[in-house]
């Protein structure tokens, strides 16, 4: 099995599953991506047990597709279209007949960009685009808009390290009474992960309780400046390999996004035992979360929404916090690397039949 690889942004996660492919059917990769971005300085040398690690912008789009073809992948997987580069990449490698693999993150919302998309997609998309490979379920309403359905649309793209998130029953159980609890942010500290409506929450908190959680964060960005002066403590972006012990150190996740398509984060806390915050904008809310079972939603520009989550949420028994994280423990299941693996080989089989 030869995989070519076209990404974007590098993460743990991604290479958690790449690493899984090559151990369960002894694939070769070829990988090409973004460097590190500013705000996500992720740690390149843990790529490198999968082979080179390529520069993205370090080779023409002329050169990629040459040594793509020379490699002859059975299939190319590619981050989805936001490099227009590799757009045109993959509608040379499609019309060469090699199979194009697309990740989507993105939720049907009924814009006129996306009402565009769905009557042009015939005549682009599905230029360069074989297999749309979604994260859930809001994503493959948008994808069947776009006309992909069936054995064209595969779910489960995004899938943490579950198994160094997991935490075994014990530590479940003394989770539940740790003697000193904090709420815990992970991301990039940018506009659209709603870090003002946090920031602006989590101060109106403090006041309304007698002795607050204190707030965990950890990332990069603009923006580290207001969480600090609301009172948060800022850890700084940690890399995937420390970020277990943060989650389960702590008492519960908060994502406050307006803007999330899907949110790793959000699994990896689960899997850490960790009951949940997450605004309605989470993608990942729709099979993480369940209200009351494992966690609060609540309305994404609400200041008092997330106010009332926050005391809500510090207010629970030791013994409902348990209940909580064990419940986010069982929903995390759902994603693992070695179901994406078992996807992708599986879904590239049945394309091998069918073209018998």
């Not at 070769?28 to 992720?42: G, K, M, N, R, V």
């Amino acid at each position: 099995m030869k995989i070519a690889v076209l990404s974007t942004r590098l993460s743990g996660y991604m290479r958690s599953c790449l690493e899984v492919l090559t151990r369960q059917d002894n694939a070769s990769l070829l990988i090409y991506a973004w460097p590190s971005q500013a705000d996500a300085p992720f740690n390149t040398a843990k790529f490198e047990s999968l082979g080179v690690l390529h520069n993205r912008y370090d080779y023409t789009d002329e050169a990629i597709v040459k040594t793509v073809t020379d490699f002859r992948p059975d299939a190319v997987l590619v981050s989805g279209w936001k490099d227009k580069g590799y757009v045109k990449i993959c509608r040379q490698l499609k019309s060469q007949g090699f199979k194009i693999i697309s990740g989507c993150d993105t939720q049907w919302k009924g814009s006129l960009r996306q009402q565009l998309a769905r009557i042009i997609s015939p005549f682009h998309l599905k230029k360069f685009v074989d297999v749309m490979w979604v994260t859930g379920e809001r994503q493959r309403y948008f994808a069947k808009m776009l006309g992909y359905e069936g054995d064209r649309c595969w779910d489960g793209y995004y899938a943490c390290d579950w198994k160094a998130f997991a935490c075994n029953q014990d530590f479940l159980n003394a989770s539940s009474s740790v003697k000193a609890p904090y709420f815990l942010y992970v991301g990039r500290y940018a506009p659209e992960k709603g870090l003002d409506i946090l920031a602006a929450a989590y101060q109106a908190y403090c006041k309304q309780v007698q002795d607050p959680w204190p707030l965990v964060c950890a990332g990069a960005g603009s923006l580290s400046a207001m969480l600090v002066a609301a009172g948060a403590e800022d850890r700084g972006f940690v890399q995937p390999d420390h970020l277990p012990e943060l989650m389960q150190n702590a008492a519960a996740f908060v994502l406050p996004s307006r803007f999330e398509p899907w949110g790793v984060a959000v699994q990896e806390a689960a899997a850490s035992g960790l009951p949940l915050i997450l605004s309605d904008n989470c993608g990942a809310s729709a099979h993480l979360l369940r209200p009351y079972y494992n966690g609060f939603s609540f309305s994404s520009e609400s200041v008092q929404d997330l106010t009332q989550a926050l005391e809500a949420m510090s207010c629970l028994t030791s013994s409902q916090r348990l209940s909580y994280g064990q419940a986010s423990y069982s929903l995390s299941k759902q994603y693992t690397p070695q179901r994406w693996s078992q996807t992708l080989l599986q879904g590239l089989q049945k394309f091998r039949l069918q073209s018998c």
